[in-house]
């Protein structure tokens, strides 16, 4: 069985609502095969990322840059996983009160040292608060586990 490990920072309702959507679109009835691990980036360490097959991160915006949790967790898997998980499947979304661009820039040096491979293009979830929000991440979590099924990632 394949998995696929979500760690998201969910601070507050409506990134708890994404990375539900996320889940949800990952564990779609018509997907099979597929073990999905969600973890909070504080709950999360090296050893998930090197069990899992594929890595979808969610983060908030804060000040510009990715949220301190996210950030926390790649400071604690970088070095483990640096030769490890080269080419490892990845996408990311972000809750951007503003732009987004400064917590993708930093999440997309970090996962260029590693080597990861971006399965998806990036879904950053603008300004105020969309009900639509939720429905573009289920179809990331769909999209990328579908992916995984498939042998496509």
């Known amino acids: 069985m394949k998995k696929l490990l979500i760690v ?3 601070p507050s ?7 539900n ?5 990952a564990t779609h009835a018509d997907i099979s095969g597929i073990e999905v ?3 909070q980036p504080i709950e999360s360490g090296p ?7 594929a890595i979808i991160l969610g983060t908030t915006e804060n000040f510009g840059y990715m949220s301190g949790a996210l950030k ?13 998980t080269g080419s490892l499947p990845f996408a990311v979304f972000i809750r951007a009160g503003n732009d987004g661009r400064g917590a993708l820039v930093s999440i997309e040096r970090i996962v260029k040292g590693l080597a990861w491979r971006q399965v998806q293009e990036p879904l950053i979830c603008r300004g105020e608060w969309q009900p639509s929000f ?3 991440c289920e179809e990331l979590g769909m999209t990328v586990a579908a ?3 498939a042998g496509i990632f």
């Open 147 to 149: 992916g995984i099924e």
């Open 21 to 25: 959507a996320v889940v949800k679109g």
């Open 134 to 136: 939720v429905d573009q």
């Open 47 to 53: 050893q998930d990322v090197l069990a899992a097959d």
């Open 8 to 10: 998201s920072h969910t």
């Open 72 to 84: 926390d967790f790649f400071d604690r898997t970088y070095y483990p996983c640096l030769e490890k």
């Open 13 to 19: 309702p409506h990134t708890r609502a994404m990375t």
């Open 37 to 39: 691990m969600l973890k």
